[in-house]
């Protein structure tokens, strides 16, 4: 098992920045892809961002691509998605999520593990 915690949400005015962070325990993060996904409220939950177990290769949702980041720190059992020029349409909650099999996945089924989700607000 594995546990993912997020945290690093909150209100930001658009074209500002967060950091949101992932820890997980239970087992090392470094088995596992981590991706991130968000779900605004009335739509499904999509894709954002993953990040390869050594973290050499990220793959992006076009709509962040340019903007956000994903990186990981494997001896500290963290992910980390840099947020940069924060949209009013990205508001969300933002999910942590990670994967055993070796693959960028952008399909939500494809992760076995999910933290609780932590809310970003990007004002106008």
């Known amino acids: 098992q594995v546990q993912l915690v997020e945290s690093g949400g909150g209100l930001v005015q658009a074209g500002g920045s967060l950091r949101l962070s992932c820890a997980a325990s239970g087992r090392t993060l470094r088995n596992y892809v981590m991706g991130w996904f968000r779900q605004a409220p009335g739509k499904e939950r999509e894709f954002v961002a993953a990040i390869s177990k050594s973290g050499g290769t990220t793959n992006y949702a076009d709509s962040v691509k340019g903007r956000f980041t994903l990186s990981r720190d494997n001896a500290k059992n963290t992910s980390y998605l840099q947020m940069n020029s924060l949209k009013p349409e990205d508001t969300a909650v933002y999910y942590c999520?990670?994967?055993?099999?070796?693959?960028?996945?952008?399909?939500?089924?494809?992760?076995?593990?999910w933290g609780q989700g932590t809310q970003v607000t990007v004002s106008s």
């Open positions: 999520a990670a994967a055993f099999r070796n693959l960028l996945a952008t399909t939500s089924l494809r992760y076995e593990y």
